[in-house]
């Protein structure tokens, strides 16, 4: 949540800095700002809503002169969205600006005390605590004072800060939250992601915990929380400028859409070699897995209902019991959980603040750790014992689409991979892996099997609630549905296991109530085609996802999306693509902000 980015060098600092909050902007935000040093004067600019207004204010940058400064998107968590509470935030002397992105636990304590001792608040924010404790304890040298404000703060923090008695430094400090410093020629920079630096460098420096760092535009110092100054592998970034930019797309979110048949190849090809499923990456023997006695997945949002959808896949493959667990109830559920238990925590950024926790928690019981993610570098990467990376490259859309089917992909093989070392599979082994080397073939064909839904969006884009139903995998796969149409759409939008319509839900069907009917399972489509029978009954339009020869489905549906034929054990990848395109077109049709949705931010650091 929120995002911070630091130049430094020989150019004007102001339009990097917009341009990099500009890259940033799918984190979701609500205000924006920047500060910048010409000479010894710190000249700041802030406004509320998008950063075009920041741009517009500050004519795209070139306004304001000097060569160093920090910029910050904000959303809302200590006060309303105003000009006041956005960063950064200036010292009562000047001397110092301030952009933070976390939470600073106790900021109500250091913020009555600081006011006892003369200080003057001008936000309401927790990150004005910062910037007046480092005046407070600043006696010449900066990082001393730096040291000194972090030890007095709980919570968690990326933090960047300019002095205006030290022209052409930036200092940065890291607990808990994001961040990385990028190297470049003749200047040096920071931002809580590599997107905002990929434009500039692909040569980086993850800060881990508890670590500062001063910049200038020929040098990167590093120092430990006692100060002692350490040396940091510089990392290169794989993915270039491009992966990061629309490609010629309206928005972020179709572009990932249709990038998902390459992303589930680049997960799945790795991990495939001479017919069998490796994961060179993990050192888990037969004896360990049978060791394990159940298998716990934890994440939040999508990558929550990537577990719900993998789940189905590892119990009957490895014939192990499997719960998922939304991380945010986990941590403070007092899990049962000792040596036997395998824990797989999903997360796209790695930096999933209350997946952090949880899985913080849980190692302390006992269990192995497993994390799939994307970022390389990122917290949960670096906490797990072991650590899958999805490679499923940058993702900007708010709303993730290839970040979910890869979380599942990476499931699908796992699942597959254990069973195999169980000996549980001998005689489908070879079936399974082709059906998991088809998924990226399966998911185009899903995309272009599908124009009619720009079509069914106008038709349902006005409904004041969509419901959706399905059983087994198929429920498991509505409730991603379900999200992706509220999250950027607005529309309400929830999912049911068709099942459980008797016991309560079919008491809110009544006539043209849209139901959205994931009918994929074989095994059970008589089960859920007498679900479809009973809503029309009542005057629901079913508009049915299903295989295009399905014929006791086509036959009742109102309306009708398809996938092609799949295993569906393995269908979750597939089936939840359409979905997405409805979401996408219904949105578009609503004229909503698709690839930045209100209130919502793309990386959740804070709880």
Known sequence: MCGIVGF???????????EGLKKLEYRGYDSAGIAVMDGNSISV??????????????DNGK???GGTGIGHTRWATHGAPTSENAHPHLSNDGKFAVVHNGIIENYMSLREKLISEGYHFESET?????VHLIEKYYKGNVREALIKTTNKLRGSYALGVICAENPGTLYAAREASPLILGLGTDENYFASDVTALVAHTRNVIYLEDGEFAELTADSIKIFDCLGAEINKKVVRVMWDVQAAEKGGY????????????AAVKATITPRIKDGKVVFDELDITADKLKNINKILITA????YYAGCAGKYALEKLCNIPVSVELASELRYSEPIIDEHTLLIVISQSGETADTIAAMKECKQKGAAVIAVVNVVGSTVAKLADYTVYTWAGPEIAVATTKGYTTQVTVLYLLSIYFADKLGLIKEDYGKYVKSVQSLPRFVQQAIDMNPQIESLAKKYHSSKALFFIGRNTDYAVSLEGALKMKEISYLHSEAYAAGELKHGTIALIEEHQPVIALCCNENIMEKTLSN????????????ALTFRNNEKIVSVADDLMFIPE???????????????LLAYFVAKENGCDIDKPKNLAKSVTVE
Do not use: W, Y
Request: aromatic residues 2%; contains cysteine; glycine residues 6%.
């Open 8 to 18: 430094t060098g020989a150019q004007n600092a102001a339009p990097i800095l917009l």
């Open 45 to 58: 600019n802030k406004v509320t809503g998008r950063i075009a207004n920041l741009c517009e204010k500050t």
């Open 63 to 65: 306004a304001v002169k």
């Open 126 to 130: 927790d990150t004005e605590v910062i």
């Open 250 to 261: 309206e928005h972020f979110m179709m572009k990932e859409i249709k990038e998902q048949p």
């Open 300 to 303: 939040c949002g999508s990558a």
């Open 532 to 543: 479809i029978v009973e809503v029309k009954a009542r005057g629901a339009e079913v508009l």
């Open 566 to 580: 799949i295993d569906p054990i393995f269908s979750g990848v597939v089936e939840i693509v359409p979905l997405q």
